[in-house]
């Protein structure tokens, strides 16, 4: 072979392994960004200025305005602020019912889902909110946010935001209208969550004197993954321990 030929496969040589160090090293950094993307925590506020970023005109999916259970203002909407996930902001009004005892004069013993031994849930151990149990307007798909339209079920999971703390909770009443004279309940209402989860959120959780007008977040996610299996003895503890986990899927999907 002459020298110039030799000199040309050399350098050829040279210039391909070059190459392939360079893929290598970039199919490495890649791997590792994703590894560090997989593992990346978010906070409770990243998370919650996310869904509020998230919460637009375009993402919202009622066409007719929900009413803030304690002020009674019909201003409150609810937003697909991720695949799956849906999100409110309004009041906390305290729901007593259950199988725990509570001075309350409407109280009522019963809730509409029960934990997964049968029981009636426990208002006072057991962090849950409420959602409108029927479609008001009577049609398909429903103006107003029907739970039942988006994958929710008994003991969906929920992230609940209220100042500087954030919680887990479940879905474990609904609202309807009856016959208590204290109580103006419409299945349009959304703001209220258990006596338990007031408690949790540093919110006044009387039946009777409790709650809070304005400034409590709720992210529902739908699917059959995030329900959660338990007795009253162990859903709260359940539930928390499902925050970061909850946190964490929400931050990755909304890209923050």
């Known amino acids: ?45 990243e998370v919650l200025a996310g869904v509020k970023k998230n919460s637009t005109s375009s993402n919202k999916v009622n066409s007719s305005p929900h009413i803030n259970t304690m002020t009674r203002s ?17 009041s906390l009004a305290v729901d007593d019912d ?19 031994n049968g029981k009636q849930l426990a208002a006072h151990h057991v962090p849950f909110y409420v959602l409108g149990d029927d479609c008001w ?21 929920a992230l609940m935001f209220y100042k500087s703390k954030c919680i887990g909770a479940i879905f474990g009443d609904t609202q309807t209208g009856n016959d208590q004279t204290t109580s103006d309940n419409d299945s349009r209402e959304l703001g209220e969550a258990s006596v338990k989860a007031a408690s949790l959120l540093g919110i006044p959780s009387s039946g009777t004197t409790g709650g809070v007008d304005n400034g409590v977040t709720v ?11 338990g007795t009253n003895a162990n859903l709260n503890s359940t539930t928390q321990g499902m925050v970061q ?9 909304m890209g923050i």
């Open 98 to 116: 259950g199988s725990d005892p509570d001075p309350d004069p409407d109280h009522q013993g019963e809730t509409t889902f029960q934990d997964s």
């Open 137 to 157: 307007d009577r049609k398909k798909p429903c103006p107003h946010f029907f739970y039942k339209e988006h994958n929710i079920k008994g003991r969906q999971f």
């Open 219 to 229: 992210v529902i996610f739908s699917g059959a993954s995030w329900v959660v299996n």
């Open 245 to 253: 986990k909850a946190l964490d899927s929400l931050g990755t999907s």
């Open 74 to 90: 019909k201003n409150v909407n609810v937003y697909q602020v991720a695949t799956g996930v849906y999100a409110y902001s309004s």
């Open 1 to 45: 072979m002459s020298s110039r030929k030799r000199l040309t496969a050399v350098a050829t040589a040279a210039l391909t392994l070059t190459a392939s160090l360079f893929a290598v090293k970039s199919a490495g950094a890649a791997t590792l960004d994703d590894a560090a993307q997989a593992a990346k925590t978010y906070t409770a506020a």
